[in-house]
């Protein structure tokens, strides 16, 4: 079966400090990935996606990066947290193309303090 | 400009009722729809997907698409307290690797 993992679950990070957050999925072979985020209260913003090994497509300017080193792993980045970057962020996938849906991992709750 | 718009609500029903989730976008061209349940701190579960005009039933769900209007709605009949989360309303417009999200409805299944 297809399965997707994220972790952590939660994070706390003082302002200036790395990230690295990692997705990995299992059972499928050439997935497109995603990265949103979720602000309090607000609604899913699309950060980063994939469709490929090394093919990253950012869709917002900012504090942050991805890369996609392997086929079913996918990792956002950080060099220097704002306060800004708190949020929750969902890794997702799909397979066979957008048009039937993604699923997403269980998201990282990160808090930068 | 946002491409997919949702009330925020919260919308409240009482246990038992009908509960209608509506959904409008913007572009025509958008091909394939589809509901995302979330509950509070947990990440979105897909629960339905819609690609033509009309209705389809899941067990106590009914997507309905309207093109020609441009909107979506989900009705979730027998409305259970367990019901209760925001619910994301997402579109495929084609041509592109990614869905466009609303901000979603809260519903509030009471006792």
């Known amino acids: 079966s297809q399965t997707i993992h994220q972790w952590p679950a939660t994070l706390v990070q003082p302002v200036g400090s790395p990230l690295s957050l990692e997705c990995t999925v299992e059972?499928?072979?050439?997935?497109?990935l995603y990265w949103y985020r979720q602000a309090a209260g607000r609604g899913l913003q699309l950060l980063f996606y994939?469709?490929?090994?090394?093919?990253i497509s950012s869709e917002v300017p900012q504090n942050l990066s991805a890369s996609r080193p392997q086929d079913r792993q996918f990792i956002l980045s950080s060099k220097k947290l704002l306060l800004s970057d708190s949020g929750f962020y969902l890794c997702?996938?799909?397979?066979?193309?957008?048009?039937?849906?993604?699923?997403f991992g269980s998201g990282t709750r990160l808090t930068v303090v | 400009q946002k491409e997919v718009e949702q009330n925020s609500g919260p919308l409240s029903v009482p246990e038992g009722a009908i509960a209608s989730l509506n959904c409008t976008y913007s572009?025509?061209?958008?091909?394939?729809f589809f509901w995302y349940r979330q509950y509070s701190g947990k990440s979105p579960e897909l629960i339905m997907s819609?690609?033509?005009?009309g209705d389809k039933e899941d067990g106590r769900f009914t997507a309905q698409l309207n093109k020609a209007s441009q909107y979506v709605s989900l009705l979730i009949r027998d409305s259970q307290p367990s019901d209760s989360a925001t619910y994301l309303c997402?579109?495929?417009?084609?041509?592109?690797?990614?869905?466009?999200f609303g901000t979603g409805t809260q519903l509030k299944v009471e006792l």
């Open positions: 994939s469709v490929g090994i090394g093919q």
């Open positions: 997402a579109s495929y417009t084609g041509g592109g690797n990614k869905l466009t």
């Open positions: 819609i690609y033509s005009n």
């Open positions: 997702a996938w799909s397979v066979g193309g957008v048009m039937n849906g993604y699923t």
């Open positions: 059972g499928t072979s050439n997935p497109n």
């Open positions: 572009d025509r061209v958008s091909q394939s």
